[in-house]
């Protein structure tokens, strides 16, 4: 029965997820909640590893988590949950695409998709932010003080003044910026920061 769960909810997130992998973290959020099969914490560590390694994110999270839950057979059965279905709906949209390609309803469909897989990886930024930088546990518990994770916030800064103000690192390609933080992330953790 896992195997089945698993094939509906990613075909569902790959079904609904217009505009990239990043958009698919607000339903992976959702199905975290809703499941179990994963902590946000686990989420934000997928985020990371799916975004430094090849290969498309939501493929990556699919498998992991199915991989997580079910062995490699669930791994399998999350791939295709959420590959399937998209890959049948693209096939199908591109056959009778070209004949419909001037019609006015189907502009206005495409149009209106744009917004909303801005929206969609617009809430995925903030939510990343948000599980990055804001300890969500403190504040459940009444702890105000220690809402904020001042290594995050710190870690965040850095990046965001040498991708976008420091001349001599702006034009870095993303790589960089991307095993530098995992040198980091891996220095604070052997030394218990």
Known sequence: MIYLQ?????????????????ACVPFLLALSE???????SQLLDMIAISESTPGPLGINMATYVGYTTSGVLGSFVATMGIVLPTVLLVLCIAKFLQSFKDNKYVQGAMYGLRPASTGLIAAAGV?????????????????????????AIVMAAVLLVLTNY???TKKLHPVVFIAASAVVGILFHLAGV
């Open 6 to 22: 698993l094939f509906i909810e990613f075909a569902k997130i790959g079904l609904f997820t217009v505009g990239g992998g990043m």
């Open 166 to 168: 420091v001349k001599q």
């Open 34 to 40: 809703k499941t179990g099969w994963f902590t946000q």
């Open 127 to 151: 939510s990343v932010a948000v599980l990055s930088l804001v300890n969500t546990d403190a504040i459940k518990a009444g702890a105000w003080a220690q809402a904020l994770d001042p290594k």
